[in-house]
Structures are given as structure tokens and as C-alpha cells.
């Protein structure tokens, strides 16, 4: 898969399987607009990408600011052919231990963030009727629940939704909307989890393995490239097998 003369957006470029899709693309060709909050992590991902890689940092449970890098990336680097939603948070613990502070930063962050920033993309891209392909970073919570992740998960299960209706309004115009919905991926949320609960998951998982961010990148990938053209409103689990169902 070519991504030469394309330009890629891709949020929580920062660490895990952001910075890994953002690695991907950029060695597959594209001009990587890389996008997070977290500035000393976005630094490392553009040292290690290199000229292919520009930083941009914002904070997506910010609609202003949305729409401010949104103006700046397309302002340098063009519209972009390829819009990656990979950021995303969480606090792993009972639902009768969250508080209402945390609801709205998950609501904000994982649904509102790409509901915004892929309205602001498209405004620029349905103007000038130019293709793009949408991949969005879900979660098998989404598809399944997760003990200690249910709103996490609510948020996931609106990526989804989001994902395939936007797939209906948006093929009219020939635009791709796909979704990869990851299991259990070796990232520093993961290995923020008690060892119980790492341990415990792995051993669920048929592959007895996590995912690597690489492994999941690949799937993004393929949603956004060429091959995928005739692929829309689909959800991919690369879970090593623990949701073989739904």
C-alpha cells in the first residue's frame, strides 16, 4: 500500500497505535499532519518519523480548538486524503466509582473529538468535492462492554454508530467512513491496568497474546488506502480472537 503525494491526518499521534499509524503511513508515502495534546510525545513521534511528519498540537475535547488546527493544518499542508480519529482516553474502574468530571471528559474526548474534527475536515472536502477516506479507532468495548469501561465503552459504541451512519451520508460523495475496533494492544493505557487484569485478559485472548499498535496500524492502513475503495460503514475487531462474535 502507496501513500506518496497524500496527505494523512492522524490524532493521538502521540504514543500507541496513533504513533504507529502515523509511523505507517509516513513510511508508506504520506505527508503525516500528527496531532495530539500531548506535546513531548508528539516530538517523539516526529523524531522518529522525520520530514514526512508535521506536529500539531491540540486538546480535542476543545471545539474551538478543533477548528483552529483543523484551519492551520489544511492552511499548510492542504485538504487531506486520509483522516485518522485515533485519539482517545481512559480511566479503567466501577461505574459507581466515576464521577460526573470524568463522563464529560470521555464523552468530549473519544466521541465529540471525532464528531467535530471530521465535520471540520469535511466542510473543506465536500467544497471542493475532493475523496477522502475516514478510518476511526473504536474498541471491541464498544462492540461487547468491558468491566470497569462502561461509559468508555458508550463512547466507543457511538464511534461505531457514527462510524456507519456517516458511511450512508457520505457514499454519495464517494467517501470511505470504516472503523478498527481494537481488543487488548500493548499501549500505555494497557499497561496502566492492574497486573490481575492484564494477566487475566491475556490469558482470554485465543492468540495468548496482546496486540501490537503496529498490528492494529495495519488495519488502518488498509481501510485507507486504495484497496479499500469499494469498503464503507464496516467494523474490523483485531482482537486476536476474543470477539469472534457481533
Not at 13 to 40: C, F, K, N, P, Y
Not at 148 to 170: C, D, H, N
Amino acid at each position: 500500500m502507496q501513500f506518496g503525494n497524500k496527505v494523512a491526518i492522524v490524532t493521538g499521534a502521540a504514543s500507541g497505535i496513533g504513533r504507529a499509524t502515523a509511523v505507517r503511513m509516513a513510511d508508506a508515502g504520506a505527508t503525516v499532519a500528527a496531532l495530539d495534546r500531548d506535546t513531548e510525545g508528539l516530538a517523539q513521534t516526529v523524531a522518529t518519523i522525520g520530514e514526512r511528519a508535521h506536529p500539531y498540537e491540540a486538546d480535542l475535547g476543545d471545539a474551538s480548538a478543533i477548528t483552529a488546527v483543523c484551519h492551520a493544518m489544511i492552511g499548510d499542508l492542504g485538504l487531506p486524503h486520509v483522516l485518522v480519529n485515533a485519539a482517545g482516553f481512559d480511566r479503567v474502574e466501577p461505574f459507581m466509582d466515576n464521577d460526573d468530571e470524568l463522563w464529560q471528559a470521555l464523552v468530549a474526548v473519544n466521541f465529540l473529538g471525532p464528531v467535530r474534527l471530521t465535520r471540520a475536515v469535511l466542510d473543506g472536502v465536500l467544497a471542493a468535492g475532493a475523496p477522502l477516506k475516514i478510518v476511526n479507532i473504536a474498541s471491541d468495548a464498544g462492540r461487547v462492554g468491558s468491566l470497569g469501561e462502561t461509559v468508555y465503552a458508550g463512547t466507543k459504541g457511538g464511534v461505531i454508530a457514527f462510524t456507519k451512519s456517516l458511511a450512508r451520508e457520505m457514499a454519495k460523495y464517494r467517501i470511505n467512513v470504516n472503523c478498527v475496533c481494537p481488543g487488548p494492544t500493548d499501549t500505555p493505557l494497557f499497561a496502566s491496568l492492574p497486573g490481575k487484569v492484564r494477566e487475566g485478559l491475556i490469558r482470554a485472548i485465543p492468540f495468548r497474546r496482546l496486540a501490537t499498535p503496529e498490528e492494529v496500524a495495519d488495519s488502518v492502513l488498509f481501510f485507507a488506502s486504495d484497496y479499500a475503495d469499494y469498503v464503507t460503514g464496516q467494523v474490523l475487531s483485531v482482537s486476536g480472537g476474543l470477539t469472534m462474535a457481533g
